[in-house]
């Protein structure tokens, strides 16, 4: 394995400008993925988690557009890349799962069709072996009778089978990166389980980055080796999935994992924090949880916010948890 | 699907009885025809004769099924201007009819979906702009305005296309064309883009907004993060499924192109069966005016049913059995 993560996102900004002033759903994030690993990105609806996904594949939808920050793809730069040649990359360096498979696959074209199309557009390969290409890939994916089923249409694929299929579209093309966009969150909980281990399986095997975008802790515990936790467009927390989810530094991580159920929790009441996610449009001076936190102090309330730069590098908190909580960093 | 071929043939044959009986119903309301067959002087034992003859002294009901009887065989009875078997007059009128309404029709399918993929692609471009605004003064515009309109320009101020009639035309068989002929085709083109273009503008609108909708999706989002071209997202993803819906309205909108030609074969004075109509319509010739309505019944009630055999053929959603379905 190289040292150069697959995946290097530096203080992404992304900005949709509207009547009311500029909006930052995504504010200052970076992150690395390396080959084989599996960051997740968790955090609550609206929290920038898909817009990053999205920006880093360039389907940001206008006015939505990256400011400042860079993205490189494999040390490449390619935020900067328009049209065409982002077009290429796409699939091809990088695949996209999206949430919901009933809605992902396009209902008038077999799924056979879907896959060699993708695989003739990024392997210089002939009609024939994209074919048979496209066999192996559903073979990978678990589907069985794979030959037989290839020039089925979506609708006779049940919901599990048809996000199998959306992983092997994403995969076909043997891309080195993959945003997995919520993709457990349409599906029924016996099937969750398997397609996290189907992305685990094809991580590991392939040596495939994977962006886990989910608001399901269950799903970064089971799949993620790191974890990113995200509150109104910034990173509130980032490290080994063990870590975080067991000493959580961030008072929203923390709340977060309180509020997630555990069977072996017995019959606790769940916490739950306070409040709601402040709208992106009317944040508060200081941290953006500070509202919310039941530890914030006068300086949580000031400009500039902590980041993960200026803070210890694991949570943007002034104040973070754990044994010397009470010690103030970066001051 | 042969269940549901069966189930719309019957409901296609009711539609029509239905019709049949409006259009004998017509015989009815204008009066007593044995008045106009017989002469001032006539004597009650004329009449009664007559009306035997006719068979006008059965109950309704067996009337009505005379009338159908007939109808079915093309038989609609003898034109009170002409004299002559309305079914004959009718076919002789066909061609002008069908050879315009064709024509326009292609001009309608073909235009209106080019503009609909060009005006849904480009939707912020200018020329797409441009296209739309137009496009309102093509679904706004009255249909004998536009004739109008268009034969003062083109026949009139600049004297390019004639005005009225169908030209010189061939006659194949009992079939007579005017494809074969300069001055045929000459005359075709206003009254084909009269007829054809707030079809046009619909389909166009229509394809429009289908496009823009289907863009949306989230399989295009999918396959455009897989990287396929915009080529074959726009014209092989996308397309595809906006045709579905647009398929129906245009099955439709044929058989109106038929219906609506009265009003273009009026203002260029058109040799079809539209023009047939309204001057029966001036000369109360019933029974023209109830076969014209009998046939348009049949061809609208025909390309229902062939727009619905069309779903089967592009979604294949519908091919499957109800059992066989997903979750």
Not at chain 1, 256 to 279: D, F, N, V, Y
Request: aromatic fraction near 6%.
């Amino acid at each position: 394995m190289t040292d150069t993560p697959v995946l290097s996102v530096r203080n992404l900004v992304v900005e949709i400008p509207t009547r009311h002033g500029v909006l930052r759903p995504v504010d200052n994030v970076s992150y690395d993925i390396r080959a084989g690993e599996i960051l997740g990105v968790v955090g609550e609806s609206g929290a920038g988690k898909s817009m990053t996904g999205n920006a880093v594949v360039g389907l940001l939808d206008r006015p939505a557009r990256i400011t400042s920050g860079e993205i490189l793809l494999s040390g490449q730069p390619i935020h900067t890349l328009k049209g065409e040649a982002l077009r290429r990359l796409r699939g091809k360096k990088m695949g996209m799962i999206f949430q919901d498979p009933l809605t992902s696959l396009n209902p008038l074209l077999t799924v056979g069709d879907q896959l060699t199309e993708t695989i003739l557009e990024h392997l210089g390969v002939s009609q024939q072996q994209a074919r048979e290409r496209a066999v192996a890939a559903l073979e990978e994916v678990g589907i069985p009778a794979a030959r037989s089923r290839i020039d089925s249409y979506p609708h006779e694929f049940s919901g599990g089978m048809r996000q199998r299929v959306v992983i092997a579209l994403a995969l076909c093309a043997e891309p080195d990166l993959i945003i997995a966009d919520e993709p457990t969150t349409a599906l029924d909980v016996s099937v969750q389980a398997q397609i996290v281990a189907l992305l685990k399986r094809l991580c590991r095997e392939r040596g495939v980055a994977v962006m886990l975008v989910t608001h399901d802790m269950g799903v970064i515990a089971e799949a993620a080796d790191r974890v990113a936790v995200m509150y109104a467009g910034r990173l509130a927390e980032l490290g080994p999935v063990r870590e975080v989810l067991t000493e959580a530094r961030h008072p929203y991580t923390s709340g977060l994992m309180a509020s997630t159920p555990l069977a072996s929790q017995g019959h606790e009441r769940l916490r739950q924090i306070p409040g709601a996610m402040p709208r992106l449009g009317n944040l508060p001076d200081g941290c953006a949880f500070h509202p919310r936190c039941e530890f914030a102090q006068d300086r949580c309330r000031q400009n500039p916010g902590p980041t993960l730069d200026t803070c210890d590098g694991r949570a943007a908190c002034w104040f973070p948890l754990g044994a010397d909580r009470k010690q103030e960093v970066g001051a | 699907m042969l269940a549901y071929i069966i189930r719309r043939v019957f409901q296609s044959v009711l539609v029509l009885l239905v019709v049949g009986l409006v259009a004998f119903a017509m015989f009815r309301f204008v009066g007593d025809p044995v008045d106009n067959m017989l002469g001032q002087e006539r004597t009650q034992a004329d009449i009664e004769r007559l009306r035997e003859q006719l068979g006008l002294d059965q109950p309704f009901i067996v009337q009505y099924w005379r009338f159908l009887e007939q109808a079915a065989q093309g038989n609609f009875g003898l034109s009170y201007r002409q004299g002559r078997p309305v079914a004959e007059i009718l076919i002789e009128r066909l061609p002008a009819t069908l050879e315009l309404a064709f024509v326009s029709g292609l001009l309608a399918l073909f235009g209106g979906i080019a503009l609909g993929i060009f005006t849904a692609i480009r939707r912020r471009g200018v020329s797409a702009n441009v296209i739309m605004t137009v496009s309102l003064i093509g679904v706004s515009l009255p249909t004998f305005l536009i004739g109008i309109l268009l034969i003062y320009v083109f026949s009139v101020e600049l004297g390019w296309l004639p005005s009225f009639g169908r030209g010189e035309v061939t006659r194949i068989g009992g079939w007579t064309t005017g494809f074969l002929t300069e001055s045929g085709l000459k005359a075709l083109i206003l009254p084909a883009i009269t007829l054809g273009l707030y079809q046009m503008t619909l389909i166009m609108r229509l394809v429009r907004t289908e496009m823009l909708e289907v863009l949306r999706m989230d399989y295009i989002r999918f396959a455009r993060a897989r990287g396929i071209r915009e080529k074959s997202i726009n014209f092989r993803h996308a397309l595809k499924n906006t045709l579905v819906p647009v398929i129906t309205i245009t099955g439709l909108q044929l058989g109106s192109i038929i219906a609506f030609a009265i009003i273009t074969e009026t203002v260029f004075q058109w040799p079809g069966v539209g023009l047939l109509f309204i001057n029966a319509i001036q000369f109360v010739d019933i029974p023209v005016m109830a076969a014209y309505l009998m046939m348009i019944s049949v061809m609208f009630v025909g390309i229902n049913l062939i727009v619905d055999m069309l779903y089967f053929a592009i979604d294949p959603r519908l091919r499957v059995d109800r059992t066989a379905g997903g979750h």
